[in-house]
């Protein structure tokens, strides 16, 4: 079984920064591409950024030039460096973490942190 457990949402200006981490425990053997996602009221789960475990990436439209997706794999940690916030980020942010065994591969996901970007 795989934790994920997320931290570093908060409440920020227009124009602020957050950094989010998310960090993965449990029998861990390798950990795959992993990735953040966002949640806002009345709408769906959207990815926000992801990256393989060679460190490759992709992003939304929405927060090129902004975000930036980073990990530390002698950590099974994933970072989410937030800047030039807008109000329109405000979500439940979730990591997801894609997890290869010997039965197949497994998503997990973490319990989600608020960011609300409002002044």
């Known amino acids: 079984q795989v934790q994920l457990v997320e931290s570093g949402g908060g409440l920020v200006q227009p124009g602020g920064s957050l950094r989010l981490s998310c960090a993965a425990s449990?029998?861990?053997?390798?950990?795959?591409?992993m990735g953040w996602y966002r949640q806002a009221p009345g709408k769906q789960r959207e990815l926000v950024a992801g990256?393989?475990?060679?460190?490759?990436?992709e992003y939304a439209d929405s927060v090129k030039g902004r975000l930036t997706i980073s990990r530390d794999n002698a950590k099974n940690t994933v970072y989410l460096q937030m800047n030039s916030l807008k109000p329109e980020d405000t979500a439940v942010y979730f990591c997801?973490?894609?997890?290869?065994?010997?039965?197949?591969?497994?998503?997990?996901w973490g319990q989600g942190t608020q960011v609300t970007v409002s002044s």
């Open positions: 997801k973490a894609i997890v290869p065994t010997p039965k197949g591969e497994y998503d997990y």
């Open positions: 449990g029998s861990i053997y390798k950990i795959g591409p």
């Open positions: 990256i393989t475990g060679g460190g490759t990436t």
